[in-house]
C-alpha cells in the first residue's frame, strides 16, 4: 500500500494492530513527552499518583509559561517540577533557558518518532517530521507511565506547496492562507501533511511557524518530510547523527487535497478576535499601532529575529507605539547577542523579555484599554492579553517590525531588507538542562500552593440545572483563563474554579456552588485552544457532570473525559435553541452507557426532551463509569 508519511510514522508506532483508516480507535507507542509549567505541575501530581518508579519515555520538562513569579506560587511550582523531575527521570529546562516548542525543536525533536506534550502547540515539531501530539496533562502522566496513547485514526490532507514566497511574505502568511480557507474548526480530527517543491524553500523554523499554527486549525498535528533542510538544521544544531531521511510514497492516496502558490501569497493578518479572521495586511494601511509584541512559540527563531532586527537597524520605533521582543531560547538570545542584532533591537527602542511565553500568555504587557496590539503570536481570543477591549492581531514578524516603524500596520513587502537565512551552526549550550540523576533520597518539594488532584465520581444518575449557556467556538481562555493573576493558581483547583468562565459570565462558580453544579450547554467547537486540563477540572470541582454541545475540539474533549466529564452532543443542533440557564434537565439511564448508545434528556423545566449521542468508545466509556482516567488506572483496569 502506498502510505502518506504520516501512516507511516503511526504504523510504525502502533501497540496494537489496527486499521489506518480515519476514525478507528489507534494506540499509540509514545517515544518522547514533553511538559511545560502551566500544565506540569498537574501533569506530574497525577504521574505520582500512577506509582510507578521512573518514567518510561525520554521525557522533558520545560519552565517557560509563569515566569513573572508575583508571589511565591510559580517559584513554588518551579521548585517542585525540577524536585519531582530528578524522583522520576525527566530532563528538566530552567526557566529562561526558553520556550518548549522552540527548545524541543532546536535540541531533542528526532525525525521519525513520536512525541506527547502537555500543550496544544506540540504540533511545532512536525516541522521535524514528527507525529507531535498536543494533549491533557493527565494523558502525557499516563504516557510516561508507558501507557499507549489513544486516539481516532485522523484523516490526512495532502497541503502541496508550490511557487516561492515573495519578498516581505513569510511562513506565517502560509498558515494564515489555510486557517482562511479552513477556520478554527476546520482541522479537528486530522493531520495536515505538507509536500511539493514550495517546501524547499521553507527553513526547519519556518516550517515549525506553519506546525505551530495548525494548532489553530484544531488539527491533530501538522507535518513536514524530513529532507535535506531537514538535514541542514539538525547538521548545525550539532545533531546530524538524528536525522533520517523520511517522505511519503510519491503515489500516497489522501483523504483531502490542497495546493497553495507561494507566488500568489501577500502579507496577511488575523484581525480580532480570532485566528482564521485573516485580511490582507495592506486592507488596514490605515490602522494606527499602540503596541507591538514579537515573540511566543510561532515566531522567535533567530532567523525571525534577526529579520526583525534587519528591519529595526539604525531606526527608532515610532513615539507612540511600545515594542517588546521575547527571544524563543538562550541559544537564540546568545546567537543576537554575538552577531549584533540584539544591538540592534536596543538601539531601536524595542524593550526586551526574556525567553519565556510572556505576552502569549498574559503574564504582563497588557495592553491599554482599547488599544491595538499586533502580536506574532498564534492565538488572539478576546481578552487573552489581559485587557478585554484591546484589538489584538496576529502578524508575522516582518510585518510586526515595519510596523513598529511607522505606527501604522504596515506591509513588510514594501520595505527593503536583506531576508536572514540559516547560520553556518547554531551556538550550543545545554547548561541549562539539568540531566535527572533519580536519586530517590533528594526530596520532591511541594509549597502550600501545590494542591492534591481532584478525582471525578463513578458514573451515576445525571439530573441539574444548566449552569451556562454558551455560543460557538468558546475557548479554553473563556472556560479557564490565564494571565498572571491566575496562572499562580494552575497548582491549586480549588482556587483557579473561582475564575472558571469569569470572561462570559462572573457568576458562573456562585451559581454551581448554590446549584450544587449541574450541566453546560454549548454550541460547536467548544473547548477550541489551549490543552489545560483546568478547564475540565474546574467544571468538576464546581460539580459539573455533563456537558452538551454542538461539537468538541479534540484535546479538551478528551480532558473532559478523563476528568469523568461525559461530553454528550445534540443529535438534532435545533434543541440547543430551546435550552435556557437553569433549566432542570435529566439524563435519562445515563448509568448505561455504551459506545453508539444515544440518551434521552428530559427538560423537567419546559415539559420538552431531546435526544443526545456521544462518540465514545469503550476505553473512554471505561474511564467515565471509573470517574476519570486516574480512578481507572487506580483500579488496575489499565495495563500499567
Ligand atoms: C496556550 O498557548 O494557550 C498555552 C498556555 O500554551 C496552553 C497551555 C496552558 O494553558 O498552559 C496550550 O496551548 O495548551
Ligand atoms: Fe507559550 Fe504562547 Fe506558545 Fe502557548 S502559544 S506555548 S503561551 S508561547
Do not use: W
Request: some cysteine.
Amino acid at each position: 500500500m502506498k502510505m502518506s508519511l504520516a501512516q507511516k510514522i503511526i504504523s510504525q508506532h502502533l501497540s496494537a494492530p489496527a486499521e489506518l483508516k480515519p476514525g478507528t480507535a489507534i494506540q499509540l507507542k509514545i517515544d518522547q513527552t514533553l511538559t511545560q509549567d502551566a500544565t506540569g505541575t498537574m501533569t506530574y501530581l497525577q504521574l505520582e499518583r500512577m506509582g510507578v518508579d521512573r518514567v518510561r519515555t525520554r521525557a522533558y520538562s520545560y519552565v517557560d509559561h509563569n515566569t513573572l513569579q508575583s508571589g511565591f506560587m510559580n517559584a513554588d511550582d518551579h521548585k517542585y517540577l525540577q524536585t519531582v523531575a530528578n524522583r522520576y527521570g525527566v530532563y528538566f529546562s530552567k526557566a529562561g533557558n526558553g520556550i518548549c516548542h522552540q527548545l524541543h525543536l532546536e535540541r531533542f525533536a528526532i525525525p521519525g518518532q513520536t512525541l506527547l506534550g502537555s500543550d496544544s502547540h506540540t504540533p511545532t515539531c512536525g516541522a521535524m517530521a514528527m507525529i507531535a501530539i498536543g494533549s491533557g496533562g493527565l494523558d502525557v502522566a499516563a504516557a510516561m507511565a508507558g501507557i499507549p496513547y489513544s486516539i481516532k485514526m485522523p484523516e490526512i490532507v495532502s497541503v502541496r506547496l508550490t511557487g516561492k514566497l515573495k519578498h516581505g511574505v513569510t511562513a506565517k502568511d502560509i498558515i494564515f492562507k489555510i486557517l482562511q480557507e479552513k477556520t478554527v474548526k476546520g482541522g479537528v480530527g486530522k493531520i495536515f501533511e505538507y509536500s511539493g517543491p514550495g517546501i524547499k524553500e521553507l527553513s526547519v523554523p519556518e516550517r515549525s511557524t506553519i506546525t505551530n499554527m495548525g494548532a489553530e486549525l484544531g488539527a491533530t498535528t501538522s507535518l513536514f518530510p524530513a529532507d535535506e533542510n531537514t538535514l541542514e538544521y539538525l547538521e548545525k544544531q550539532g545533531r546530524g547523527g538524528d536525522y533520517m531521511a523520511l517522505a511519503a510514497d510519491p503515489d500516497a492516496v489522501y483523504d483531502e487535497y490542497m495546493e497553495i502558490d507561494l507566488d500568489q501569497l501577500q502579507p496577511l493578518l488575523a484581525a480580532p478576535h480570532s485566528p482564521d479572521n485573516i485580511h490582507p495586511v495592506s486592507d488596514f494601511a490605515a490602522t494606527k499601532v499602540d503596541q507591538i509584541c514579537i515573540g511566543s512559540c510561532t515566531n522567535s527563531s533567530f532567523t525571525d529575529l534577526c529579520n526583525v532586527a534587519a528591519i529595526l537597524r539604525g531606526r527608532t520605533v515610532h513615539p507612540d507605539v511600545s515594542l517588546t521582543i521575547s527571544f524563543g531560547s538562550k541559544q537564540v538570545l546568545r546567537m543576537l547577542a554575538k552577531n549584533g542584532a540584539l544591538s540592534d533591537l536596543i538601539a531601536s527602542g524595542a524593550r526586551l523579555l526574556e525567553a519565556s511565553c510572556g505576552p502569549c500568555i498574559g503574564m504582563g504587557q497588557s495592553p491599554a484599554s482599547g488599544a491595538v496590539s499586533l502580536r506574532t503570536f498564534n492565538r488572539n481570543f478576546q481578552g487573552r492579553s489581559g485587557t478585554m477591549d484591546a484589538q489584538v492581531y496576529l502578524v508575522s514578524p516582518e510585518t510586526a517590525a515595519a510596523s513598529a516603524l511607522s505606527g501604522y500596520i504596515t506591509d513588510a513587502a514594501k520595505i527593503a531588507f536583506e531576508k536572514t537565512t540559516l547560520p553556518a551552526s547554531f551556538l550550543v549550550d545545554d547548561s541549562m538542562i539539568i540531566v535527572p540523576d533519580l536519586d530517590p533520597e533528594k526530596p520532591v518539594v511541594k509549597g502550600p500552593n501545590i494542591k492534591a488532584v481532584p478525582l471525578g465520581r463513578p458514573l451515576s444518575e445525571i439530573s441539574g440545572q444548566v449552569m451556562i449557556k454558551v455560543g460557538d467556538n468558546i475557548t479554553t481562555d473563556h472556560i479557564a483563563p490565564a494571565g498572571s493573576r491566575v496562572l499562580p493558581y494552575r497548582s491549586n483547583i480549588e482556587k483557579i474554579s473561582e475564575f472558571c468562565f469569569e470572561p462570559l459570565d462572573d457568576h458562573f462558580p456562585a451559581r454551581c456552588k448554590e446549584h450544587g453544579g449541574g450541566i453546560i450547554i454549548a454550541g460547536s467547537n467548544y473547548g477550541q485552544g489551549s490543552s489545560r486540563e483546568h478547564a475540565a477540572l474546574a467544571p468538576l470541582h464546581l460539580g459539573i457532570r455533563a456537558v452538551i454541545a454542538k461539537s468538541y475540539a479534540r484535546i479538551h474533549q478528551q480532558n473532559l473525559i478523563n476528568a469523568g466529564i461525559i461530553p454528550f452532543v445534540f443529535e438534532d443542533e435545533a434543541a440547543y435553541d430551546a435550552i435556557d440557564l437553569l433549566d432542570e434537565l435529566e439524563i435519562e439511564d445515563v448509568v448505561n452507557l455504551s459506545p453508539e448508545l444515544s440518551f434521552t434528556v428530559k427538560n423537567l423545566s419546559k415539559g420538552t426532551g431531546f435526544t443526545v449521542t456521544h462518540s465514545l468508545n469503550q476505553d473512554q466509556v471505561d474511564i467515565i463509569r471509573a470517574g476519570g482516567l486516574l480512578n481507572k488506572i487506580a483500579a488496575g483496569s489499565s495495563d500499567l
